[in-house]
Each structure stands twice: as structure tokens, then as C-alpha cells.
């Protein structure tokens, strides 16, 4: 079995690992480079491989970096299968297409071809196959896949690679852990442990640090819209479509039925939150026993007085001819792109009120400069002054931290057979560190992999 690595390594976008054995190639990941000024640049590199060759793509969640270049796989000539949870290929579907337009644009002002169209979108998912949690899909040549929850967002899978070796019949097995979720989480069950394993590509996000409280996340949350509220000011949250808003939603509901906030509009204003958030409401069975027992309790867990959903550019220009105070929750969620911008530019200037991040700013996003504490950015090609209240809740990150990532990895020592770790998606700062204290603890073989580094597996 040869491994290597194409993307998502000493970076945290871009995940992209090849698994050859026994004449099948698989890929697990196939996700957008994000952030970065190289990041186009990246993405509409050849890829290291022929795409006509891969037989199967593994997807372990929706997010972009993650899936974010299966279109162009299909384009560039993927006819193989794709397997993934069903709530990751209805939630990637959608947020693939709402992308469409952004790259046609930044295509059209660069000149040159879009990294792909419409219908490789929607061909490459015709390709596609729902796995449930614990089902063993048989790859052929003596090579078995299966999903295991990650807990990091609706459908987040563990992926479960096992082979025969050649030489001793003995069975091998590696673990991918895609994005380890941050438990315990508002929504999500806690994430899978390995059984044992041979070798582990484990994520390193937080691998340099430890998450605060994650009980005072909510409390933090309504001390920042009250304190605003008081201000007479106005709270933008960047959030990303998928998980971040739902959670969100979800706790602003438990705040509002318990009356602990002031009663005050609050905007979703992102339609592609709005329509993924259609998609949770689809697979209830995914979350947690508490908010299934709020659902059956007759909780409508995404909705409560108050909140308003703005689907037209018009209505979301709308939103700032209100004076009042008021919460705007829009994307995206690295303020990369989308409305979110518009309303930065409002906001950012206003002493009185707050930019609140609750998720993960990667090195060179807007959002980084603006945590990193810098007084002026450029937003829609303007120089904006940030003179706001600026504020981050670790509390919501979707992402293990480093206690957490160095029990996930000690579970697959349990038999005694790890021989390597492999730690991917992650800053160079934050691997390393993470590396470290892995072999500090387990005493294994850990790699930090470069791009296109390859390695052999017993």
C-alpha cells in the first residue's frame, strides 16, 4: 500500500490523499486550497495524478476543503465511484452549486476557463453513493472502506481503509480522521474512536492548544449581544453555511424561549444557510439525544420569534437602513466572500458595535487580519478602518483541540500495532507541535508530510 499527499498538509485546506494498492488507486478528499494568495493558483494546477485512473473518491465531510475539487476531478476525467454519508452528498451538492458563480466570475476577470461548470457538478454526483456509519464497503482487491462518525458537522465520517498484506495475509488498517469534531457539541454525537490501527492520518487544526470552556460558549454569546444591545450597536457574526449557522440558530433559540436576550431582530442572511439548514432538518437522527428529545418535545429547534430570513440582495441591503440594534449572522465565515463583506463595511468603523468570530481564520484570511488586531483591511476594494469591538468564541469551533486529537490517536495504539502517524491539516506551527507531543505520548513514528511526499505501508 503506497500513501501519499496532495493537499492539505502543512496548510489546513486542500486535503487530497492518495491510497494505491493491488491495482486500485482511492482518494480520500478532494478539497479546495482556501485563504492563501496561492490558493487559485493551486487549485487550477493539474492534478499530480490522472483522474481517469482513480477508481474511488472518499469524501469525509461537505466542506469545501474537503470536496471542494470533485467537480473539476470529473472534468479532468474521474468516472469512478464516489462514497460518502448521504447528509455529506445532499450538504455538498448544494454548497458546490451556490459556488458556481463566484468561479465563473473570478474566471472571467482572470481570463481563463472556470475551474469547472454545472455539469461537471452535477454529473460528479451522479458518481456518488450514500455509506451509513459502521457499513463495510467492499472496494474490491482485498481493500475495505468504512465511515465512522466524526462529530464535526452533519455527516462528518472517520474513514476506515482496511487491506490484507500481500506477503503475510495479515489484516492492515489506516484511519483518516477527517476533521475531529469539538466535543461536546450543540448538535452533533461525540466523534468515533479507533479500534487499533496500523497507521493514523490524523488532522491538527487546534494541535497547538486547548480549547476554552466550552460550557461559557453560550454564556459568551449573550454577554456579547447584550453588551452591544447596550452599546446600540449591531453584532455581525461571519459564520460558514454549514454547521456553524445551525448551531447558532440553536443556541439563539435556547436564549430567546428562555427569555435571556433582548428581544431584537436577528438576521440569517446567507441563502445557502437557509437552504442547508433545510437539509439538518432532514436528518434529525444524526444529532444528539438532547436536541432529538427537543425536537420530539416540539421544539422547532431552527426558528424562534425574531428571527429573520433574507433571501434577495434587496432584503439584505435592507438590513442596514435599521438602526436599531440587531444581530446579522451571514457568510462567509473567514470573510473571504459574500454579504458578510457588505455588512463589515458598514460595521467594522462603528465603535459601538461588535464583530463576534466563532470559527476558525485561516493564516492570510480578512477575518485573521481583523483577530490578528489590524486597525484597517480592504473590503470590496475599499480601505475600511476597524474601530469595532472585536471578539472570538473558541467555544464553537468545530475542530478537536490538542487533548482531544492525542486521545484520538492513543486509542488506535490500543493493540499495540501502530507503527506511524501521519499529521496532516494543519498549520506548520500546529502540526509540529501536535507531532511532538504525539511521540512524547504514544512513542510511535510521527511525520509531518509535505506536498507530494509518499510513503510506503506494510
Request: charged residues 25%; hydrophobic residues 35%.
Amino acid at each position: 500500500m503506497k500513501l501519499s499527499f496532495y493537499g492539505g498538509v502543512q496548510q489546513v485546506t486542500g486535503s487530497n490523499f492518495l491510497l494505491e494498492y493491488n491495482g486500485l488507486k482511492i482518494l480520500v478528499d478532494c478539497g479546495l486550497f482556501q485563504g492563501s494568495k496561492f490558493a487559485e493558483t493551486l487549485n487550477y494546477q493539474d492534478f499530480p495524478y490522472d483522474p481517469k485512473e482513480i477508481n474511488f473518491v472518499l469524501i469525509t465531510h461537505s466542506h469545501a476543503d474537503h470536496s471542494g475539487r470533485l467537480p473539476k476531478l470529473y472534468k479532468n476525467g474521474f468516472r469512478g465511484k464516489v462514497f460518502a454519508t448521504k447528509p455529506t452528498i445532499d450538504l455538498s451538492a448544494i454548497a458546490l452549486d451556490d459556488n458556481l458563480d463566484l468561479i465563473k466570475d473570478e474566471a472571467r476577470k482572470d481570463g481563463h476557463e472556470p475551474l469547472f461548470k454545472s455539469g461537471d457538478l452535477h454529473q460528479v454526483f451522479l458518481l456518488a453513493q450514500g455509506a451509513e456509519y459502521g457499513e463495510e464497503l467492499d472496494l474490491g482487491n482485498g481493500i475495505q472502506a468504512i465511515f465512522h462518525d466524526a462529530g464535526h458537522i452533519l455527516g462528518s465520517a472517520i474513514i476506515e481503509v482496511n487491506w490484507k498484506n500481500n506477503e503475510n495475509d495479515q489484516q492492515k488498517s489506516i484511519y483518516f480522521s477527517g476533521d475531529l469534531g469539538n466535543y461536546p457539541a450543540p448538535l452533533l454525537k461525540h466523534y468515533d474512536m479507533p479500534n487499533g490501527a496500523d497507521y493514523v492520518v490524523v488532522e491538527s487544526t487546534y494541535g497547538d492548544r486547548v480549547h476554552e470552556n466550552k460550557a461559557n460558549r453560550k454564556e459568551i454569546l449573550r454577554q456579547a449581544i447584550q453588551e452591544t444591545v447596550k452599546r446600540g450597536g449591531t453584532v455581525i457574526i461571519p459564520t460558514f453555511a454549514i454547521e456553524r449557522t445551525q448551531e447558532l440558530i440553536y443556541e439563539l433559540n435556547e436564549l430567546i424561549e428562555h427569555e435571556h436576550l433582548p428581544k431584537i431582530p436577528i438576521f440569517l442572511d446567507s441563502p445557502l444557510a437557509i437552504k442547508l439548514t433545510k437539509v439538518y432538518k432532514n436528518y434529525d437522527r444524526y444529532f444528539n439525544k438532547k436536541v432529538i428529545h427537543d425536537i420530539r418535545a416540539g421544539d422547532d429547534i431552527f426558528n424562534f420569534p425574531g428571527l429573520r430570513l433574507t433571501y434577495s440582495s434587496n432584503e439584505s441591503r435592507a438590513i442596514n437602513n435599521i438602526k436599531e440594534p440587531k444581530v446579522i449572522i451571514a457568510g462567509s465565515g473567514m470573510s473571504l466572500g459574500g454579504r458578510i463583506l457588505f455588512h463589515e463595511r458598514k460595521y467594522l468603523p462603528d465603535p459601538n458595535s461588535t464583530i463576534l468570530f466563532v470559527g476558525y481564520q485561516v493564516e492570510g484570511s480578512p477575518g485573521r487580519q481583523i483577530l490578528d488586531g489590524k486597525k484597517e483591511i480592504r473590503i470590496l476594494g475599499q480601505k475600511v478602518s476597524v474601530n469595532c469591538h472585536v471578539k472570538l468564541i473558541e467555544g464553537y469551533s468545530a475542530h478537536a483541540d490538542q487533548e482531544m486529537l492525542l486521545d484520538w490517536a492513543g486509542k488506535a495504539q490500543q493493540d499495540g500495532n501502530l507503527k506511524k502517524v501521519f499529521v496532516t491539516h494543519g498549520e506548520y506551527h500546529s502540526s509540529s507541535v501536535l507531532s511532538q507531543k504525539i511521540k512524547d505520548k504514544l512513542n510511535v513514528e510521527v511525520i509531518v508530510p509535505g506536498m507530494g511526499d509518499g510513503f510506503l505501508l506494510d
